[in-house]
C-alpha cells in the first residue's frame, strides 16, 4: 500500500518536472552566513555545474519504477532537417528533466512578537493564527503563534508548514514528515543507494530553506561523498548541487579524483573554477588559466590537502592520453595515410 502510494507520488513528480524546481536542494549553512543563492544563479557557476552534470540522454530518459506504463517505441523516417529539429527537441526536453534545484539559505529563526505576561497561563496549548485571505502565497503568509507563556511569535517552519498544508494543500505533499525521512529508514535507503529516490521525494515534501531539507540532503550528499558513488546522481538534476554543495563545504578532492579518473579533464577544470567562484581566497584562482590539466596542478599543488592522490590520476590520466595518442598514430602510419595528412597541413 505504501509502496504503491509513493509511487503514485514520484510519478506525478516527473510528469511536471518543472513544477517542483524551487523545492529542491539546498546546502547546510547557518542562518547567520552567507546567502548562497546569488552565488548559485551566477551565470558561470551554472555553466559550470551543467557540464558537472554530464547529460547522458539514456539514463535522463531511462524507465523509473514508479508503475508508469512504458511507452511502444515508434520509428520514423526523417529528413536531415527533421531529425534535426527532432534533436533539438531532445535537448531541450532533457534540459528541463535536469533542471538544477535552487540552493538557498535556511529559514531564519521565528521573530518574537511580543510577550504579554497577563496572558500566562490563559491556554494549555499553543494557538496559531493564520493569515487564509486572498492574494498571499505560502512563503509571506502571515502565520503567528501565541504561547501559553504569553509570548506571541511568527511561526517555525515546522508550523508554517502544516499551516499552509491544511488551508491550502500541495498535491503529494504531507501534513507531517514521513518516516522514511527518519531513521533507520533513512539509512536503510541510503546503505540501498536509493539517492535520487530520497531526494526526490523530499523536493516535494519540503520548500527549499527548511531546515528539514537541509539536513536531509546534506546526509545524502555526505553519504554518496563517502562512498563515491557519483555515478548514481550523474545526469540527473541532483548532481549540481551536490557539487555546489561540495564546493561549499570545501571538500571536492573525492569528487575532483572520480572524474579525473573518468577521463574528462574538461569536467575537472570546471569543479575548481567553480570551487575558486566560491572561495575568491582560493590561491589556484588568482590568475585565468585556460587549460584544465594545469588548472588541476595548480590546485593541486597550492589548495588541496589531497595534492598526492590528485596528482597520482593526473599522472595516470596523461599517461593514457599519451598512449591514445601513439596508438592513433601507430594506426594512420600502418594505414599510409600519415604522410597525406603532414602534405595536407604544409599546404
Not at 494549555?124 to 503568509?141: A, L
Request: contains cysteine; charged residues 30%; hydrophobic residues 35%.
Amino acid at each position: 500500500m505504501m509502496s504503491s502510494r509513493i509511487n503514485l507520488i514520484i510519478r506525478n513528480f516527473y510528469k511536471r518536472p518543472g513544477q517542483y524546481c524551487r523545492l529542491c536542494s539546498t546546502v547546510s549553512r547557518s542562518t547567520n552566513e552567507k546567502d548562497p543563492a546569488s552565488l548559485f544563479f551566477n551565470e558561470n557557476v551554472q555553466e559550470y555545474l551543467t557540464t558537472l552534470t554530464r547529460i547522458n540522454y539514456e539514463k535522463v530518459f531511462s524507465a523509473r519504477r514508479d508503475g508508469t506504463p512504458l511507452d511502444v517505441p515508434k520509428y520514423k523516417f526523417m529528413t536531415d532537417k527533421e531529425l534535426q529539429e527532432a534533436r533539438a527537441k531532445i535537448s531541450t526536453k532533457a534540459k528541463g528533466r535536469i533542471q538544477m534545484p535552487p540552493v538557498v539559505k535556511i529559514r531564519a529563526e521565528p521573530e518574537i512578537l511580543s510577550k504579554d505576561v497577563a496572558l500566562q497561563g490563559l491556554y494549555m496549548h499553543n494557538i496559531v493564527f493564520t493569515d487564509i485571505s486572498f492574494g498571499s502565497n505560502n512563503r509571506n503568509r502571515l502565520i503567528v503563534v501565541r504561547e501559553p507563556n504569553g509570548t506571541l511569535r511568527h511561526a517555525n517552519s515546522n508550523e508554517r508548514h502544516r499551516m499552509n498544508q491544511v488551508y491550502f494543500p500541495i498535491s503529494n505533499r504531507e501534513v507531517h514528515i514521513p518516516e522514511m525521512f527518519k531513521n533507520p529508514y533513512l539509512n536503510n535507503l541510503l546503505e540501498r543507494e536509493e539517492f535520487e529516490f530520497i531526494l526526490d521525494r523530499a523536493c516535494i515534501q519540503f520548500e527549499p530553506d527548511d531546515p528539514e531539507y537541509h539536513r536531509i540532503t546534506k546526509e545524502v550528499y555526505s553519504y554518496v561523498n563517502k562512498v563515491g558513488k557519483f555515478q548514481s546522481l550523474r545526469s540527473t538534476r541532483h548532481f549540481g548541487p551536490m557539487a555546489f554543495h561540495l564546493a561549499w563545504e570545501d571538500n571536492i578532492h573525492t569528487l575532483l579524483i572520480d572524474v579525473i579518473k573518468s577521463g574528462n579533464i574538461e569536467e575537472a577544470g570546471a569543479l575548481i573554477r567553480l570551487y575558486n567562484k566560491i572561495h575568491p581566497e582560493a590561491k589556484s584562482g588568482k590568475e585565468p588559466i585556460f587549460d584544465d590539466a594545469e588548472l588541476v596542478k595548480l590546485y593541486a599543488t597550492l589548495d588541496s590537502s589531497k595534492q598526492y592522490a590528485i596528482m597520482s590520476a593526473l599522472n595516470t590520466y596523461e599517461t593514457i592520453q599519451n598512449e591514445r595518442e601513439e596508438m592513433k598514430e601507430s594506426i594512420l602510419k600502418a594505414h599510409g595515410l600519415t604522410n597525406s595528412i603532414d602534405e595536407r597541413s604544409e599546404t
